[in-house]
């Protein structure tokens, strides 16, 4: 008599071999999609780090307040305004009006072409205040809620208002975004 397997001891080897290739494929599945949120957040990361970035390069280049006869601030709700000073080579020294805003699900950079005089400015700072129909707008992030500043001002500490602002020079900020899917918010 040859001893082989049965035809029940091979369909039970067969199930079982069906159940673990049905149990590597689920777990390959989840480590694909999870690999594929977490690159997703990365690149939602990175262009936070990215606009973040920028707006220290534009805190760190803000106007004198004394030049310009104005604070070079404003904090609104959701969005920033910044007087920036511009030096570009082989040009005169210029200001910048720069303005960021969350506005429809977006945080956004909008600039003003360099400014030489104050008249100018005046018109540049009231353009961007009513949503900028001239200026330069770089999408910074997605899924933003909301954008909100402060700085701090010695010896009143953190401040959040234009007015609190108005009255001292703007030594350093702090900007805080608060993102839709993230369930916390980045501050920086």
Not at 34 to 45: P, S, Y
Not at 102 to 129: C, F, K
Not at 130 to 157: F, H, S, T
Request: aromatic residues 6%.
């Amino acid at each position: 008599r040859v001893r082989g397997f049965t035809l029940l001891e091979l369909l039970v080897a067969i199930t079982l071999l069906a159940i673990l290739a049905v149990l590597a494929w689920r777990g390959l599945d989840s480590m694909t999609r999870t690999h594929e949120a977490l690159a997703q957040r990365d690149e939602r990361i990175e262009a936070l780090k990215t606009a973040y970035a920028q707006f220290d390069a534009d805190c760190t280049q803000l106007a004198d307040p004394s030049t310009l006869a104005r604070p070079p601030v404003e904090v609104d709700a959701d969005r920033v305004l910044l007087v920036r000073d511009r030096r570009d080579d082989g040009q005169p020294p210029a200001w910048q009006v720069v303005l960021y805003r969350a506005v429809n699900g977006q945080l956004e950079r909008l600039q003003s072409a360099p400014i030489t005089n104050r008249s100018d400015l005046r018109g540049a700072l009231d353009s961007l205040r009513q949503g900028g129909a001239n200026a330069a707008v770089y999408k910074l992030a997605d899924a933003v809620d909301g954008i909100a500043a402060r700085a701090w001002i010695e010896p009143g500490g953190w401040m959040d208002n234009t007015g609190a602002l108005s009255a001292a020079l703007f030594p350093g900020g702090s900007n805080t975004t608060t993102l839709t899917d993230l369930s916390r918010s980045a501050t920086a």
